[in-house]
């Protein structure tokens, strides 16, 4: 998943009237729960003045707090903890314990919730789903444990990966230095699966619903027979009791705690096969091996609990009903404004289930697109994260979640969103500048990262102002596209590989025969690069064609 650059600001709010204590969280008996009056969001109402105050600690370090209107991203916080659960870190903060005892005790606390055989913590799904791939390739054994990643000798050491599971989270199997077969269908399946098979993992995508040729039930079907586990990753998903992916036939599921049950952000939730998930938890901190550095403290631990307790009891139909509230204000402030239209889809599926409001209008006659209303909106006081596309018809959109707003914050959105798009702008102009050169040739590109300069190549073949060729990077070449437009270039390339994706957005100032400039690598932040263009000649050589087919030697 899963994506911007942003950071995500936590507002420090009072418990509210009747809210759990420290004190009755540690005399809490186990099963007794919470009580109602802790589910329900605290504070007062968030207006632009409260939430522009200079006492927000972010701002302390010189960091702006953002109004989340985009969902359950980890690069902006994930979600906002939830009463219960930030009073149940609290008091998990005030004793020592045992971890491998506190481990067995929410194991078999969130089985009873849960309705599944165990319930393990982890520190994020990812390291859950590390974990798991762990204790199917050592079964147990510490001394295959501490090896890892080598495994050599391993009797289990592959891991399969149906194409359409293929996800940048899958490093987290990775990590652990399997060989992943790649399988497309059912047949495929069949022959992959094979004594060194150590584990199926499956991403909660469309082509693993059931119904579909290779759901997970057809996945699970061909893999129990043979004693293969399944794991499968629902990290954004709602939790179901039980599971229905372990109703499903897998047999452990992962979920993030950060998400939609808006536990602690460095929390992961794994249900399902006890042997597994006990495996796991040796292969998880603090126990030494390949998990150490994937730490989880009892506040976690406790939170996440907290924080599954919590989801039973939540109204979540008023908490839905809340959300298209939110989205209703901002629609309506919108819809004042000539040429603007709006909807609101409602997603059936149980990863990321929030509605999404979609305001629309012709770029040419406002003058502006979604994706300049997104960067101003994200970039200017008061901050806010939005989405933003372009559609096949021409015109331009911004998407809004309102599921991690909190009350008050659809006011300052709606006035946000009517001030930047009622703004009388002039008409852009279509045209562009002429090129102060022909950059076509072969270029030596040094790229600067944070700590390393490497040596990459442009070959490039310029006609007018556009610009198309070849990048060759670090390992790999592909294509590269942009535009000149007197001296200023921007280009752009994209590596692809099995699971990953990485942009490269050059901007730069060509002078003389040398170019300089940024790079943008969306996530992976930025970097500088330097380019000349190459005085090597080509080689000539003529080719001598036979005229026949060889004789016989």
């Known amino acids: 998943m899963k994506r911007r650059n942003l950071i995500k600001g936590l507002a420090l709010l009072p418990l509210a009237a009747g809210a759990i204590t420290r004190e009755s969280v540690l005399a809490a008996s186990p099963g007794s729960g919470f009580s109602s009056a802790t589910l329900t969001e605290t504070g007062s109402i968030?207006?632009?003045?409260?939430?522009?105050?200079?006492?927000?600690?972010?701002?302390?370090?010189?960091?702006?707090?953002?109004?989340?209107?985009?969902?359950?991203?980890?690069?902006?916080?994930?979600?906002?903890?939830?009463?219960?659960?930030?009073?149940?870190?609290?008091?998990?903060?005030?004793?020592?314990?045992?971890?491998?005892?506190?481990?067995?005790?929410?194991?078999?606390?969130?089985?009873?919730?849960?309705?599944?055989?165990?319930?393990?913590?982890?520190?994020?799904?990812?390291?859950?789903?590390?974990?798991?791939?762990?204790?199917?390739?050592?079964?147990?054994?510490?001394?295959?444990?501490?090896?890892?990643?080598?495994?050599?000798?391993?009797?289990?050491?592959?891991?399969?990966?149906?194409?359409?599971?293929?996800?940048?989270?899958?490093?987290?199997?990775?990590?652990?230095?399997?060989?992943?077969?790649?399988?497309?269908?059912?047949?495929?399946?069949?022959?992959?699966?094979?004594?060194?098979?150590?584990?199926?993992?499956?991403?909660?995508?469309?082509?693993?619903?059931?119904?579909?040729?290779?759901?997970?039930?057809?996945?699970?079907?061909?893999?129990?027979?043979?004693?293969?586990?399944?794991?499968?990753?629902?990290?954004?998903?709602?939790?179901?009791?039980?599971?229905?992916?372990?109703?499903?036939?897998?047999?452990?599921?992962?979920?993030?705690?950060?998400?939609?049950?808006?536990?602690?952000?460095?929390?992961?939730?794994?249900?399902?096969?006890?042997?597994?998930?006990?495996?796991?938890?040796?292969?998880?901190?603090?126990h030494h091996g390949p998990g150490r550095d994937n730490k989880v403290g009892r506040e976690e631990m406790i939170g996440m609990m907290a924080a599954v307790e919590t989801w039973i009891k939540r109204d979540h139909d008023a908490e839905y009903k809340s959300w298209l509230s939110r989205l209703d204000l901002i629609a309506k402030k919108a819809l004042t404004i000539q040429g603007v239209k709006t909807n609101v889809t409602e997603p059936t599926e149980l990863s990321n289930k929030h509605p999404t409001l979609w305001i629309s209008w012709d770029p040419a006659k406002l003058n502006i697109t979604g994706y300049e209303v997104a960067e101003e909106i994200s970039s200017t006081k008061p901050r806010v994260a939005i989405g933003s596309r372009e559609e096949s018809d021409g015109s331009t959109t911004i998407d809004i979640v309102s599921s991690h707003m909190k009350e008050g914050e659809d006011q300052i959105v709606a006035n946000r969103i009517f001030e930047i798009l009622s703004r009388k702008r002039s008409p852009k102009s279509e045209a562009m500048t002429a090129p102060t050169a022909n950059l076509s040739g072969k270029w030596n590109v040094n790229v600067r990262y944070f700590n390393s300069i490497v040596k990459h190549n442009f070959t490039i073949q310029q006609h007018g102002n556009w610009i198309n060729g070849t990048h060759k990077g670090d390992f790999d070449i592909r294509d590269i596209s942009g535009t000149i437009e007197g001296n200023q270039i921007k280009l752009s390339s994209v590596l692809r590989l099995p699971g990953d994706q990485i942009t490269f957005y050059f901007s730069g100032t060509l002078i003389g025969d040398s170019l300089t400039g940024d790079i943008h690598m969306g996530e992976y932040r930025t970097a500088k690069f330097t380019a000349s263009k190459s005085l090597e000649k080509p080689v000539r050589k003529k080719v001598l064609v036979p005229k026949g087919p060889p004789l016989a030697t």
């Open 46 to 286: 968030t207006t632009e003045s409260s939430f522009m105050a200079e006492t927000n600690i972010f701002r302390s370090i010189g960091v702006e707090p953002i109004i989340n209107c985009r969902g359950a991203y980890t690069i902006i916080g994930g979600s906002l903890e939830l009463p219960p659960v930030r009073e149940a870190m609290e008091a998990a903060s005030q004793n020592f314990v045992q971890y491998d005892e506190l481990a067995e005790g929410i194991g078999q606390r969130l089985a009873d919730l849960t309705k599944s055989e165990w319930g393990m913590v982890s520190a994020g799904c990812a390291a859950g789903m590390k974990h798991v791939t762990a204790a199917c390739v050592t079964g147990g054994s510490p001394e295959k444990l501490i090896r890892i990643p080598n495994l050599t000798g391993f009797e289990k050491n592959e891991v399969i990966i149906p194409l359409y599971s293929r996800n940048t989270y899958d490093h987290a199997v990775r990590n652990i230095g399997v060989t992943i077969i790649h399988v497309a269908t059912p047949e495929e399946l069949e022959r992959a699966i094979n004594p060194r098979t150590a584990m199926i993992y499956v991403n909660a995508v469309n082509g693993s619903f059931t119904g579909q040729p290779f759901s997970l039930e057809v996945i699970a079907g061909i893999a129990k027979p043979k004693n293969v586990p399944v794991l499968i990753d629902a990290a954004a998903e709602n939790l179901t009791i039980p599971s229905v992916h372990l109703k499903r036939g897998a047999d452990v599921v992962a979920y993030s705690g950060g998400k939609a049950m808006r536990g602690p952000q460095c929390a992961g939730l794994l249900l399902g096969n006890k042997e597994i998930l006990m495996s796991a938890w040796q292969a998880s901190s603090p």
